[in-house]
């Protein structure tokens, strides 16, 4: 017998049992946020309601996600096959540097969406301190975040994926998560190079980068290149960097922010592992300790 799920007066079904096997009842998003507690709200926004919560899985082990819980005036409360949709496409997402799908709920005419909780919060929380969060821990965040892009610039789907509209997180293990959106009513493969070169770009300011950073990064590359880029760089954390990986990063962010159409995904990956094994080197030769194997950086 098809698997069948209700949506209010809609139904869908012959659901695949992949899909189906993901489906998580409501009463466990329930126990999960004890009860969609203020507590554990982490934003509350016009369409849904974002919560953070501990998830009981089938295997009895706990994981922590982040649910999305559509409110009544969502689109997703009128067109069950838009929600469903949108699970459809997500699910089949697969890269360790996307965040990952966990299931849905649509149980009692709720319309809700569960992901991995990347439990360090956004990149721009971490930016202002160059102390804790290193020049190499970023070249290594940012080499995450351009493998996931690429991933879904070559994807069958990507005329689903908004590629202007991606996030990046950082995991309990201070690896690159990259959140991205679907984009219904958009068939554009759009280049996420500039949106990438902007994050390229906060990276080195330490802090969100405005339309006039952009053009004043983008002026004094083009009359001094590198060299006079200190005034933008956080002192502390321009101490760290080697001369060379510092050049190949403001180079690639350059071109990203340029949309350089000669400068593909692949082009941008190699230069950011070059700059990262250069730093790498440098700290191990003076600072006489490993802080990761170069071979995590792997295609």
């Keep these: 017998m098809a698997a069948q799920l209700k949506f209010g007066r809609n139904t869908i079904s012959s659901l695949d049992a992949k899909l189906a096997s993901l489906r998580i009842p ?28 501990v998830l009981l899985l089938r295997s009895k082990v706990s994981i922590n996600v982040v649910i999305r819980k559509f409110g009544h005036f969502s689109e997703y409360r009128s067109d069950a096959r838009k929600f469903y949709d949108e699970i459809k496409i997500i699910s089949g997402v697969k890269h360790r540097n ?28 971490h930016l202002s301190d160059p102390t804790f969060f290193t020049w190499l821990q970023r070249l290594q965040i940012c080499f995450g975040v351009a493998l996931a892009l690429t991933y879904c610039y070559n994807d069958n789907n990507t005329r689903r994926y908004n590629m202007k509209g991606f996030k990046v997180l950082i995991d309990k293990d201070w690896e690159a998560k990259v959140q991205i959106s679907i984009a219904f009513n958009s068939y554009d493969k759009t280049n996420p190079m500039y949106a990438f070169g902007v994050t390229l ?6 802090r969100k980068a405005t339309a006039k950073d952009v053009d004043y990064y983008l002026t004094k590359m083009e009359k001094n290149h590198y060299e006079q880029l200190d005034d933008i760089i956080d002192p502390s954390l321009r101490q760290q960097m080697h001369p060379q990986s510092l050049l190949i990063f403001s180079d690639i962010a350059y071109y990203c922010l340029k949309e350089q159409p000669d400068k593909q995904h692949t082009y941008i990956l190699k230069r950011l592992k070059e700059a990262f094994e250069i730093q790498w080197k440098h700290e191990n030769l003076f600072l006489n300790y490993k802080i990761v194997a170069l071979n995590k950086l792997t295609f």
């Design 26 to 53: 409501f009463e466990d998003i329930v126990t999960a946020t004890k009860y969609f507690a203020e507590e554990n709200l982490l934003k509350h926004g016009e369409g849904a309601d974002v919560y953070k919560g």
């Design 98 to 125: 996307i965040v990952c799908f966990i299931g849905f709920c649509g149980d009692k005419d709720e319309r809700m969406i569960v992901m991995e909780h990347a439990t360090n919060g956004g990149l721009d929380l």
């Design 201 to 206: 770009l906060e990276v080195l300011y330490g």
